[in-house]
């Protein structure tokens, strides 16, 4: 394949005419060292113990929740048999999401720490603090088993997640039910989304490059917030100054195996800080922020005012 086809002119992505109106970015990385913070939000989420339950004896909690570990159900999700084979294979079997200490046992999940140093990033690169959440409507997309929905709660936020696959949305609901949390889970699609301006604050870690059309999505999360509301973004990206994407798609896996259903991988479009950027203003976001922490594409926005979007080749153009 002729080398060319690989070459890009970084030169002609990088003029300020380019660049949405106050964007402020910082691609130098950036990787947070431990601190009080780190401490005090650790301490927020001691608050989902099992010595804390409400309406459940702990042993019925616990063989609820380890119950349901490892367990194979495509057909819960909706999957025909003829298209498992083209499922994530953490939608098909039942993982872990976040780490979680309940005092009487303690959970390894895929994503670690990460509903606890993804949002000490947050705090850090952007203009928002932990009080920030008191008392605020937040809509918390992609919470997988609730991590993120619980974390938020604990600052005291009014929450609702939505989570599309089912058997995680289910177990977020258990637990926000046991610890009498105040969030409300949507089963459901991000493409659902309704909503018109009913959040003070969108919270999105770890799903921009998993949806197939980013733009919409940011769209309708745009539509979801407030005016003078606030967007937090966390995503697996490019660390390049054009305004690039890269594209994997459905079928390349980066880690696991396939015999015990434990693959990473099915990302579609990774952006780089420039493309995000692109992508927040299109969508209708101003006073945008980005940061690259930790490996990982950080971005903040405000909407405004409510700005129209551009419907020629949308591929949604019903959408407001």
Known sequence: ??????????????????????????????DPQ??????????????YRADRLTGIDRQAFRAHVEGAIGRV???????????????RDLSVKFHWGHDHDFGDFRLSGRMGARHLTVLRNFLLAFPIDE???????????????????LMMAALGAKVTAVEEVRKYARMADFLARSFAAPVTLRETSLYALTDSEAFDIV??????????????????????????????????????QGALCRYEGSVLYHSGDRDSL?????????????????????????????AWMEGRLYAW????????????????????
Request: aromatic share 8%; with cysteine.
């Open 73 to 87: 159900d495509a057909e819960v999700e909706g999957y025909a048999p003829d298209e498992v084979e083209r499922q």
């Open 203 to 240: 919270h999105v870690p770890g799903v921009i490059y998993h949806v197939s059309d980013p733009l919409l999505a940011l769209r309708l999360m745009n539509n979801a917030l407030v005016v003078g509301g606030s967007i937090l973004i966390e995503s697996e990206g490019i660390n390049v």
């Open 262 to 290: 434990s693959r990473g991988g099915w990302n579609w479009f990774s952006p780089s800080p420039l493309a995000m950027a692109r992508m927040m203003w299109g969508a209708g976001f101003d006073d945008i922020r980005i």
């Open 34 to 47: 431990p601190s009080d913070l780190d401490a005090r939000l650790a301490s927020r989420f001691d608050a």
């Open 1 to 30: 394949m002729p080398d060319r086809l690989f070459r890009y002119d970084e030169a002609t992505e990088t003029g300020a005419a380019d660049l949405p109106p106050g964007l402020a970015a910082a691609i130098a990385p950036w």
């Open 301 to 320: 926005g405000v909407k405004r005012r409510r700005v129209g979007i551009t419907r020629a080749g949308l591929s949604r153009p019903d959408a407001p």
């Open 131 to 149: 009080a920030g959440f008191e008392g605020r409507r937040v809509l918390d997309i992609g919470c997988w088993t609730g991590g993120t929905a």
